[in-house]
């Protein structure tokens, strides 16, 4: 198999590995619960105790990758991910789950933007787009079969299953990138920033626990609202820090590349309605239509259909029409089709919400690999550290925002009905969220039609 598949691949095992294990624990959270002797909503605390490990040590994956080197950094990262999950599996308590749970994020943090950063330096940017197209795959699918997964497991077996399964994928992933991913070991010496670091952990873990509390009350709200002013006011401290630091642990200045601004402010508007989704279109399946998680997963599971099937006609669209049109494209029928769920009835046919959903799966696919390619098109390979880590924050708060905001509607919408969820309620978050999600359509429409063509391949029309 040429190195075009091999080294995504082998990353794609990796983060499929993470991201299915961030979804699939909400589908077994009742059993777990009974089983260590809490509630399902006070457990809610280890998913937000998950994205704040995330938050905190995302901002510091680039520099550990160019001080210890990305293959090193990668294979650690697994390693702490399955230790991780060896410690959920024998949690006996709420705390060792909370605590354990903190300890997978951190493994986490490392795997996602380090195999990324991988996939850019052992990558020509011309074949980049190809590369994308299969480490794309991963963030897609795993949120749909995750709660299939863990329904399977969690009913059929035992919870335990949904950590012990991580063991022997991770302990592949480690053997398999010591073999065959063949990088450049690029080691930059330079110095930590600390103070960074602590000030970026404030903010984001601010941000990411402040919209998680505000989704999924498993505390008071107004511990959510606090810990968001504390995160905003950290975040504007940040950036007044890294103007006067010679090596920010992120650094802003990034964002003077038109192409990389554009994919991440265009990206993150886009994943506010993709990140909602997974939240609201089970609710509505469960607790509208009246379906079991298994039917309902079985109905949300046919979205990794339509993200596979891009795969195999991305990389010719982008060449043939450019980023700028298909990305805008992309985003906003990938928007519509998001509000259109809102319009599923229980007297809507499933083959008819399958479609909805495969057609989604395919333009959301289109786009993820899109924005992740031309958003290296203008960046430098010393750059490349410090771009994988901005561009995975920016990822865990939009998703962060997106169930906050849908959360939110939901609950506004249900206070004005008398305190009960109906269909409209849903109906007016997917309108919601999926109009949010087609805005991002107007930052790409902005663009030449040639930008990013040295990824894409597309050549300007005279």
């Not at 009742?30 to 998950?50: F, H, M, R």
């Not at 642990?249 to 990034?254: F, S």
């Amino acid at each position: 198999m040429p190195p075009i598949r091999i080294t995504p691949l082998i990353l794609a095992v990796a983060l499929f590995m993470e991201q299915m294990d961030s979804t699939v624990i909400a589908t077994s959270l009742p059993a777990i619960a009974a089983d260590i002797g809490t509630e399902p909503i006070a457990l809610k605390l280890a998913l937000t105790a998950y994205f704040v490990a995330l938050a905190i040590f995302i901002p510091i994956s680039g520099w550990m990758a160019d001080r210890f080197g990305a293959k090193n950094i990668f294979r650690l990262a697994i390693f702490v991910f399955m230790l991780g999950s060896l410690a959920c599996a024998f949690s006996f308590s709420l705390e060792t789950f909370v605590i354990s749970r903190f300890f997978q994020g951190i493994g986490s943090s490392m795997m996602t933007p380090v195999g990324r950063l991988l996939l850019v330096r052992s990558t020509p940017r011309n074949e980049l787009v190809a590369a994308m197209a299969w480490l794309t795959i991963p963030a897609l699918v795993a949120p749909v079969t995750g709660p299939l997964l863990g329904g399977f497991l969690t009913t059929y077996l035992s919870w335990h299953w949904i950590f012990w399964i991580n063991i022997p994928i991770g302990i592949a992933g480690i053997i398999l990138a010591g073999i065959y991913l063949r990088v450049p070991d690029e080691r930059t010496p330079r110095p930590v920033d600390l103070v960074g670091f602590l000030i970026a952990g404030v903010a984001f873990s601010g941000l990411v626990f402040g919209l998680s509390v505000v989704s999924l009350p498993a505390l008071p709200i107004i511990y959510g609202y606090l810990t968001l002013a504390v995160g905003a006011t950290a975040g504007v401290l940040y950036l007044l820090h890294a103007r006067k630091t010679k090596y920010p642990l992120l650094d802003p200045r990034l964002f003077r590349h038109k192409l990389f601004r554009t994919s991440i402010i265009g990206g993150s508007l886009f994943r506010i309605g993709v990140g909602a989704v997974p939240f609201l279109l089970p609710l509505m399946l469960q607790l509208g239509f009246g379906l079991n998680p298994f039917e309902s997963g079985a109905i949300t599971f046919v979205s990794a259909i339509g993200a596979i099937m891009s795969k195999f006609i991305v990389e010719r669209i982008f060449a043939r029409l450019g980023f700028p049109r298909v990305l805008g494209f992309a985003a906003v029928f990938g928007g519509l089709l998001i509000a259109a769920q809102g319009l599923f009835t229980q007297e809507t046919s499933v083959p008819v919400m399958m479609m909805v959903l495969i057609g989604g799966g395919i333009l959301r696919s289109m786009f993820f690999t899109g924005t992740n390619a031309i958003g290296y098109a203008d960046i430098s390979d010393e750059e490349a550290s410090q771009a994988t880590a901005i561009v995975a924050v920016a990822q865990q708060i939009s998703i962060a925002f997106g169930v906050a905001v849908a959360g939110a509607i939901l609950e506004i919408s249900s206070a004005i009905n008398g305190g009960v969820l109906t269909l409209l309620d849903f109906q007016i978050a997917f309108f919601a969220v999926g109009g949010m999600s087609a805005l991002a359509g107007t930052t790409f429409f902005r663009l030449p039609s040639d930008a990013g063509g040295n990824v894409s391949g597309h050549k300007a029309e005279s």
